[in-house]
């Protein structure tokens, strides 16, 4: 089953349209959260869905809420994903899967045309608030406080480097609000940003689990000093500290992965004070992160990346503090969800197999509270978080056929029945 | 021979004065070049030799000028250093000898009150601009242009991490002007910023020497991906090869290091792109520097370094391009003018020893064009470019004694004779 000429053409001129919103010569994004291009795209896609009679709203963390009524009432079905991106970012990333949300929506509302009391639930389409965390930390900030895993006040009055706090940055932008739903099931679709879809031939993974993480904020103390006058034996240098950290984590890597399991270590932010040219440092902070698929595998990883954590304090003569740490376990997606996925992209046709996601997700949170679906499309040569990233238009679409399906199948009550509506 | 108790507490009630420009709560001091704690440092300095009725003049690239009239028409005797400082640096280095300039104007112009024609040449005490070259690269500006191995226009148009230029920077504060004169000599007394004169239980230290130092730029090229996402195998992360190069330089430092000869490598500015913390870096630069006394061991050490960049490029899949360079032999100081300094300091009864310079100095560009004299005074612990720095009242005035020594034998035409006067 192909996508009809009308609906292929439609969404991709709304995804080129979207993707020049904070646009970079190199062919990416740069809408970091709450910034003035994430806004002008936020306000982007407000209008292009209040042109299909869809209603947007904002709660109190920036959520944009895009709401189809279909059953007056009756709770909702959640398409969501991100529309802010990392600097120097990809225009797939996230933003992919809030437009296929919208379009899905707009595919199942016209399908339902004239089938009165078919619709058990309605659709929302979320844009969450700041998935990346590269302006403000931690990631998935809107998701977690939607889940109740952070709290608002505390997302509020988390302030970016240059001293804006979230609340300030949502209210510059105007997309702050009050508003709050009823969610039955979770739905999203997203780039791989790994190459196994694309090396096994595959149009879409159905996400059967995330990979377990363990991230670290550490802050490698040393004591400043005069790059040429002081001898090496007086040195206690921050910055060779922090190397070998970074130079640990990927022997890390090297040494835990297996054929059977793999792990992935990372070093992604590393900041040098006071980084003037003849001064030898006295402080660097650094996020050092290490992933597996094995639960055990990852605490022996753990493990010695804390084992060589102590070694380096000795050999380097510095003092290494953890400060915070985000620890997911790895953890399955809804059984039944990964079925009823997999039957219905058998329906259309479609090359699919299961896969386990590196990166976390809004769907990372959400899974937790209700039954979620995450889907993949093919990223190419694995490239993300890069300007150069790519997915091809036949795998946008195939992937918004299969949402398209998907959503139309929860909404008339598979996966979920409707509970009686709290108001 | 001690100091007379009014002289001793004259310099350090304005030593104390000086100090608190631009103060930080460590105890140290933050007065990077043309910033507003400069330009009041500077101000405050001027206050205090105009009062001592000498006069101030600023040439083309900010250098700040105090004219001590004491033989009209004559060339002059420069006595120098610079009130600039590191990012939370230590309030000694550079602006003790400043003052102690100063001070030994003063003293020399007393001595010489009433003894008219003994004075051969004027003195001029000299703070150059931007020694210490944190914000504005490179460092010794002030002195690299005045000594014509850089030219003004490159300087005035060389710009901060924020794009402002020398010539805004240095018009904010307002001290740039036009003026230049003729020098025959120059004196400079720093602290040591090393602990060889602590450790040898001396109070001066006559540089006989600088150290050679070749001093690079790199920039560390990778390819931008997800931290989480992209396989190692798929990885080019420039934080890794330029942390390995980091952990390479000090490997240098004590492979070549032998009883007989130093080598000192420092990276002393570390800067990631994009530096979000779910980002692959896709570039860092770094300055990596390499220091001996040896020349033959210094290209050696130098030699090591290009190969183990060399060896990273491959281990780590990345590019390593070599920018800016810096390259200073070994040079020997005026050796008539150590002569000097060292039977100065036993008339005084100082405690003495020759040492060599690893650190930069202005005398280090003055030494090639004038006779130069270049006195160390002893550094607590070999602290320097740190907030803790310090060095005693009494190894300062001993200091300040030996500099009016030294600049009373000059001013009357020990070491070099004035020659004609070029208008």
Request: charged share 20%; aromatic share 8%.
């Amino acid at each position: 089953m192909s996508t009809p000429t009308h609906q292929r053409h439609s969404f991709l001129t709304d995804f080129r349209s979207m993707s020049s919103f904070g646009s970079t010569t190199g062919g990416g994004v740069d809408r970091q959260a709450a910034t003035a291009a994430d806004g002008q795209t936020r306000n982007w896609f407000r209008g292009l869905v209040e042109g299909h009679d869809f209603t947007v709203r904002y709660d109190q963390v920036g959520n944009q809420f895009t709401l189809v009524e279909l059953a007056p009432g009756a709770p909702y079905i959640a398409i969501g994903s991100h529309l802010d991106s990392q600097p120097f970012g990809g225009r797939f990333d996230g933003a992919y899967g809030v437009l296929a949300g919208a379009h899905a929506a707009m595919r199942v509302k016209e399908g339902l045309a004239g089938r009165d009391g078919a619709a058990l639930f309605n659709i929302v389409v979320v844009n969450w608030f700041n998935e990346e965390g590269c302006r403000f930390k931690p990631s998935m900030m809107g998701s977690s406080v939607f889940t109740g895993k952070l709290s608002a006040e505390q997302v509020l009055t988390t302030t970016d480097p240059r001293g804006v706090t979230v609340r300030e940055a949502l209210e510059s932008i105007g997309t702050i609000g009050d508003f709050s739903l009823d969610v039955a099931a979770y739905l999203e679709i997203h780039i791989e940003q790994g190459r196994s879809l694309e090396d096994d031939g595959l149009s879409i993974g159905l996400v059967e689990s995330t990979w377990g993480a363990n991230k670290y904020e550490f802050v490698v103390h040393g004591e400043q000093a005069h790059t040429g006058a002081t001898v090496i034996a007086d040195r206690s240098d921050a910055l060779l500290g922090a190397s070998c950290l970074v130079v640990a984590a990927r022997d890390i890597a090297n040494q835990f992965t297996t054929d059977d399991h793999m792990v992935i270590t990372s070093c992604g932010e590393f900041t040098v004070f006071p980084n003037s040219p003849v001064v030898v440092a006295n402080r660097v902070t650094l996020l050092v992160d290490v992933r597996s698929t094995d639960p055990s595998v990852l605490a022996a990883a753990d493990a010695e990346l804390h084992r060589r954590v102590n070694e380096i304090e000795e050999s380097a003569r510095v003092k290494i503090e953890r400060g915070a740490e985000h620890i997911w376990a790895a953890k399955a997606y809804d059984a039944a969800g990964l079925k009823l996925a997999a039957a219905s992209a058998e329906r259309l046709g479609l090359q699919y197999g299961t896969v386990r996601t590196r990166a976390g997700h809004d769907s990372t949170n959400m899974k937790d509270i209700v039954p979620t679906i995450m889907l993949f499309v093919p990223s190419a040569d694995g490239i993300s978080h890069n300007e150069r990233e790519f997915t091809s238009d036949e795998d946008m679409l195939a992937g918004v056929d299969l949402l398209t399906e998907l959503a139309g199948r929860l909404v008339t009550g598979e996966l979920v029945r409707p509970e009686p509506f709290r108001p």
